[in-house]
């Protein structure tokens, strides 16, 4: 048997395996005469193959000929004498294997005062030797090769030898550090011309055997920084170790950094082993995915068993498209297929892409792999989430006892309860069965939630065979699955069956614990049981410990309470609660609170609100809006008016829905409008940390106002709401004042607008142009012409005043448009007057088929006048434009103009007529007696532009 040796010269690579020191002595020896390498050989083939022979070979004839001038150099030091030189006593302590004397030696060594001896290749040699002994020595006969070994199989070293490891390489790195390290120099005449870098293996192998991953870490990055050759062999050799079982994370992120600086080119292979170390911990999941952009080049290079680790890695993380991806390339891949990866895509497919089921069915065919269990279990569970069938009914065996789907218990629970969705109850009770005889340890927890479930859909048929099915299962007698059956069944109206299993479950079951118990609480009240869920409870609240005893323990029996006005209990409960210090939440204080409203518990109320307050500040908000309603649905103003006050002194951690609620509660029932006001105000107030009010807000304050009193109350109560020295943003108040109009209540609008007008607040153009399209289209004519008459003056004074922007121009849209509304027609001439005389109008299009088609419905001859303003002030026509233009033309009997307006001026604009218009002008033309010509003209155009208008005109100019 023929094998490497370490020793890297060109021309004797090859070692017969146990050559024994005579084949060392006539085969390798002679050749290596006159070199600097017969040490190293003679130590190399010693600790590959493990000769004793050989390392005492070694042991006795360490030198180096007398062509190498570090012997002359060194000399001195391995001439033996009285003193015993520290190499020398080294050596003798490597030949007697006696850690002792190697411990002892190398401690002289250390102290010697000739420092040189760090620098010396000898140095490493002899530790190189000592390192492999002593790990060879722990080892045993089972050592693997020290130089980057596959699948180390050493013995990890006893204590004491690790720490000597340990001191042996602190010396060397801090050699390493100090930069006096004679070997890294290539200009070194002294070192030979086999690679020293060797010994760095060894030594590296040492630490890593000996569990110092820490310090051969640092050591690497050393390494690094001196360049140190082949170093990333080193690094990926410890990389593999920190990614096999032995290895931490954080160690296998180090490696995979100093990793990425060693290598041009990745190793597919190690970056899937490290990929799949790192996917354990959900911090290193991005650097995963950075790891498998590394390999994607290389996918389709990698072997089955690597493609199948990717698939079940980058599953771990819910990437469906890179595991399709994974797919593909092992579909591409050139070599026969001997790993079957379909398992586990079957099963990502079934968990996380049901609909990616289907094609892998297919493919499974067509690959003619066998299907396991294993991947039945799962293509059923995906074809239930497809609510496929047919499928699963091919895929469900004949005999279904002898189905034994490896699922785990939530996927088997998903898969019966998506049986029983597809109404195949009868296979999802024999699935259940059969994994009730395999063993399948959460059988209890799939019946309750089976039942659960049944209950939610109301399916009673359901329920009972689940119950019948269950008498004979093996957990029949487990109490809490007695419970929540009768809970089932008694939801289900099956309540004779419900009491009477209850009945035999408390009287022949164990009923000892605290889940029991709590279920029996639950199962209580479901029966009506009040009295005995009251004794329950009273008893678990004297025996169990606070930390045991859960607020949904309590949830049920305090709602229990307040219904049945039980103000005894609640007290109980209430009292029991709060000693117990459960970590309140809004849930928590809403029932709690809402049951001293309703049960008038005034006192227990206030010591609610006071915990509320003190220690769940944030909470304030959302809680007291909720017993706002109850206080208010009470008839309690005194209580009312007091939460109030606590929502508006904590207004600052409540958002703008919150508050609206509170209104909107105070508008239902009429409440106190003082406290609206208050609360209104607050948000109002510069500097405040309440939310700004909107809209919404004026809107139902507003309401409120009005539903509260008469109208100059409305007008004064809402006036002091608003700061003197702030600017009112009209903008909003005009947006309320739409929602007031939309909603139904357009008198409310009016007290707005009149508080504006009182105060003399300057109207934004904006905020004028939604109220006249809100309000123009109403009945409120004097509100309308109120508006209109502010707008129109305010439109005169930006036009003298030489003010333009888009908002005077929408303005002025929106005054055209309710003229028209009114069907003024002199105000609409004195408003074309006003838009007509205003040079720095910024006029659009949208005005300009408003103006056309006030002309038009008004009557009023200034269409040439619109179109000459139109073209002096560069405006494009669009399709609603031309269509009021063509309309006015036929209203004048002007058909040669309309039909021009379609035939000529559309076109060249680069807009096409669309069918309203042209059918609406055919149509005119039919019904005028001296409009042959332009009928002509029409159908021509219809000729020439071809379908569909052609067969649009035809159906009218035939």
């Known amino acids: 048997m023929v094998q490497l040796c370490p020793l890297r010269s060109a021309s004797f690579r090859l070692v017969p395996h146990n050559t024994g020191l005579q084949c060392f002595r006539q085969t390798i020896a002679p050749r290596l005469a006159g070199t600097s390498s017969v040490g190293r050989c003679r130590y190399t083939c010693a600790t590959r193959y493990q000769s004793p022979q050989l390392a005492s070979a070694h042991s006795v004839h360490l030198h180096w000929p007398a062509s190498c001038s570090s012997y002359d150099k060194y000399s001195h030091l391995l001439v033996s004498g009285k003193d015993q030189p520290p190499l020398k006593t080294v050596d003798q302590a490597l030949a007697q294997h006696s850690y002792a004397q190697l411990h002892k030696a190398y401690t002289a060594l250390r102290a010697h005062p000739d420092h040189r001896l760090l620098e010396h290749r000898g140095f490493y040699l002899v530790i190189r030797l000592a390192l492999t002994a002593f790990l060879h020595l722990e080892g045993g006969a089972a050592t693997a090769s020290p130089v980057l070994p596959s699948s180390p199989r050493l013995v990890p070293p006893l204590p004491t030898v690790a720490a000597f490891i340990r001191i042996v390489a602190e010396d060397w790195l801090s050699a390493l550090r100090s930069g006096h390290d004679a070997l890294l120099d290539p200009s070194n005449s002294n070192c030979g011309p086999a690679p020293i870098h060797t010994a760095y293996h060894y030594l590296l192998y040492a630490l890593r055997r000996s569990h110092q991953r820490a310090f051969a870490l640092e050591a690497l990055r050393q390494m690094l920084v001196q360049g140190v050759p082949t170093v990333h062999l080193m690094v990926a050799s410890l990389l593999q170790d920190c990614c096999n079982q032995d290895g931490s994370i954080d160690q296998a992120v180090q490696m995979l950094e100093l990793y990425n600086k060693t290598r041009s080119k990745p190793l597919p292979r190690l970056l899937t082993q490290a990929a799949a170390t790192l996917v354990t911990d959900s911090a290193h999941h991005s650097r995963v995915i950075q790891l498998y952009e590394q390999v994607r080049p290389h996918l389709i290079c990698l072997k089955d068993r690597d493609l199948c680790s990717w698939v079940r890695t980058l599953s771990r993380l819910q990437r469906g498209d890179l595991v399709k991806e994974v797919y593909t390339a092992y579909q591409s891949a050139p070599d026969a297929k001997g790993f079957n990866i379909f398992p586990h895509l079957v099963q990502f497919a079934a968990q996380h892409d049901p609909t990616w089921i289907p094609y892998l069915h297919q493919d499974l065919a067509k690959a003619q792999w066998e299907l396991t269990p294993a991947m039945t279990a799962y293509l059923i569970y995906g074809y239930t989430r497809l609510d496929r069938v047919d499928r699963v009914l091919e895929l469900l065996p004949w005999a279904p006892t002898t189905f034994q789907p490896p699922l785990a218990s939530l996927e088997l629970r998903a898969c019966l309860e998506n049986l029983l969705r597809m109404g195949l109850n009868v296979q999802a009770l024999a699935l259940l069965n059969a994994a009730d005889h395999r063993g399948q340890p959460a059988i209890p927890t799939i019946y309750m939630h089976l039942i659960t479930v049944a209950v939610h859909h109301n399916q009673p048929a359901i329920c009972l065979a689940l119950y019948q099915q269950w008498l004979s299962s093996s957990c029949a007698g487990n109490a809490l699955v007695a419970l929540e059956m009768a809970i089932a069944l008694h939801a289900t109206r099956h309540v004779v069956l419900a009491n009477d299993l209850y009945r035999r479950a408390t009287s022949r079951l164990t009923m000892s614990g605290d889940a ?63 000693a117990r210090r459960f970590t309140f939440t809004a849930d928590m204080y809403a029932i709690l609170g809402n049951g001293c409203l309703e049960l008038r518990c005034l006192t227990l109320l206030d010591t609610l609100v006071d915990q509320l307050v003190s220690v769940h500040p944030r909470l304030v908000p959302s809680v007291v809006v909720e017993w706002v309603g109850q206080a208010l649905t009470q008839q309690q103003p005194v209580q009312t008016e007091m939460l109030g006050k606590v929502f508006i002194q904590h207004a600052a951690d409540a958002t703008i829905d919150q508050c609206h609620a509170l209104l909107a509660a105070f508008l239902a029932h009429r409440g106190d409008v003082a406290i609206m006001q208050q609360l209104v105000a607050t948000m109002e107030t510069p500097g405040s940390r309440a939310p700004l009010p909107t809209a919404t807000t004026w809107a139902l304050f507003v309401r409120a106002l009005h539903q509260a009193g008469s109208d100059a109350k409305v007008v004064q109560v809402f006036g002091a709401c608003f700061p003197r020295h702030r600017i009112v943003d009209t903008l909003a108040l005009a947006a309320a004042m739409c929602s007031l109009v939309r909603t139904g209540h357009p008198i409310e609008a009016t007290y707005i607008w009149e508080w504006v007008e009182r105060h003399k607040y300057q109207w934004h153009p904006l905020a004028l142009a939604k109220l006249l399209d809100a309000i123009a289209p109403t009945t409120y004519r004097a509100f309308t012409q109120a508006l209109y008459h502010q707008g129109l003056a305010q439109l005169t004074a930006t036009a003298a005043a030489g003010i333009s922007s888009p908002d005077i121009t929408q303005l002025a849209t929106s005054l055209v448009r309710a003229s028209l509304t009114m069907q003024a027609r002199a105000d609409f001439l004195m408003l074309w007057s006003t838009i007509a005389q205003s040079p720095l109008l910024q006029p659009d299009t949208q005005l300009l088929s408003v103006l056309l088609e006030a002309c038009r419905e008004l009557n009023v001859q200034q269409s040439h006048k619109i179109l000459a303003w139109a073209q002096c002030n560069q405006i494009q026509l669009d399709v609603p434009a031309y269509r009021s233009l063509v309309q006015l033309y036929c ?53 020439v532009c071809g379908a569909p208008v052609t067969d649009w005109v035809a159906g009218i100019l035939k």
């Open 516 to 578: 029991v118990a709590r279920a029996r609480i639950r199962a209580c009240l479901q029966l009506n049981l009040f009295d005995e869920a009251s004794a329950i409870y009273q008893q678990l609240s004297s025996t169990s410990v606070s930390n045991q005893l859960r607020w949904a323990d309590t949830r049920a029996l305090v709602l229990a309470a307040t219904e049945r006005v039980d103000t005894h209990l609640f007290t109980t409960l209430f009292q029991d609660v709060l």
């Open 891 to 943: 209203q004048r009997n002007q058909f040669i103009e309309a039909v021009d307006v379609v035939d000529t001026l559309m076109p060249t604009a680069g807009l096409r007529p669309d069918r309203s218009i042209v059918q609406g002008l055919a149509a005119q033309l039919i019904l005028a007696p001296s409009a042959d010509c332009s009928r002509r003209r029409l159908k021509m155009y219809a000729q």
